[in-house]
């Protein structure tokens, strides 16, 4: 299966609002509302930011939120702040009944 | 509040199997409700699901590792383990248990239940190291 693809870096200035995109198939993010997408500080476990697409758990910033579009799913930060600067991943179910993850996007919070 | 601990050697020989487990702490691993997964980064890269694991035994894997991977449950322990033979350098990396999100779907007449991706259950991880 394959990785889905993510932009390798996106920066942004404290207080702006930046977009990461994860791109796949109509059998995977296209097909089905199973998109989550994690946090990874450096030398830490993921952390889930959103589910299911668009689904916020509880305790996560509503400068968070998530979208789908197509075979495009979206990850969206407002405000900026420098605790955001981390990786970011995607993950989606797929037809095949299983999990793919997406490559990793690096945010710099310049 | 529910805690997930990987355990195993943290260097391994080539050719020879990788071995984990995860041990879940408050909560049950026979719930209805979750898979339990492994999920694998290779030093400074991405993130790669390796296998999923239903309390009654159902497992699904990554097609890339599926002919060298094996994933058991042992519920009277509440853990799950993970079985990875004839390891390369290629699989050095941190082993990451998770508990992963469940959908029901029907096939014909039969039930399943599929894994999703993983939840907010990580645990912290544990660098296993492929070398002579």
């Known amino acids: 299966q394959s990785a889905l693809t993510q932009p390798a870096s996106v920066s942004g200035s404290p207080g702006q609002s930046i977009t990461i995109s994860c791109t796949g198939t109509?059998?995977?993010?296209?097909?089905?509302?199973?998109v989550s997408w994690y946090q990874q500080h450096p030398g830490k476990a993921p952390k889930l930011m959103i589910s299911d697409v668009s689904n916020r758990p509880s305790g996560v910033s509503h400068r968070f939120s998530g979208s789908k579009s197509g075979n495009t799913a979206s990850l969206t930060i407002s405000g900026l702040q420098a605790e955001d600067e981390a990786d970011y991943y995607c993950?989606?179910?797929?037809?095949?009944?299983?999990?793919?993850f997406g490559g990793g996007t690096k945010l710099t919070v310049v | 509040q529910l805690q997930l601990q990987e355990s195993g050697p943290g260097l391994v020989k080539p050719s020879e199997t990788l071995s984990l487990t995860c041990t879940v702490s408050g909560g049950s691993i026979s719930s209805s409700s979750y898979f339990w997964g492994w999920i694998r980064q290779p030093p400074g890269k991405g993130l790669e699901w390796i296998g999923s694991i239903y309390y009654s035994g159902s497992t699904y894997y990554n097609p890339s590792l599926k002919s060298r991977v094996t994933i058991s449950v042992d519920t009277s322990k509440n853990q799950f383990s993970l079985k990875l033979t004839s390891v390369t350098a290629a699989d050095t990396a941190v082993y990451y248990c998770?508990?992963?999100?469940?959908?029901?779907?029907?096939?014909?007449?039969?039930?399943?239940?599929?894994?999703?991706?993983?939840?907010?259950?990580w645990g912290q991880g544990t660098l296993v190291t492929v070398s002579s």
């Open positions: 998770a508990r992963q999100g469940t959908k029901i779907t029907m096939y014909g007449m039969v039930t399943l239940r599929l894994p999703l991706p993983p939840t907010d259950s």
């Open positions: 109509s059998s995977d993010v296209g097909g089905y509302n199973y």
């Open positions: 993950s989606s179910y797929t037809s095949s009944d299983t999990v793919v």
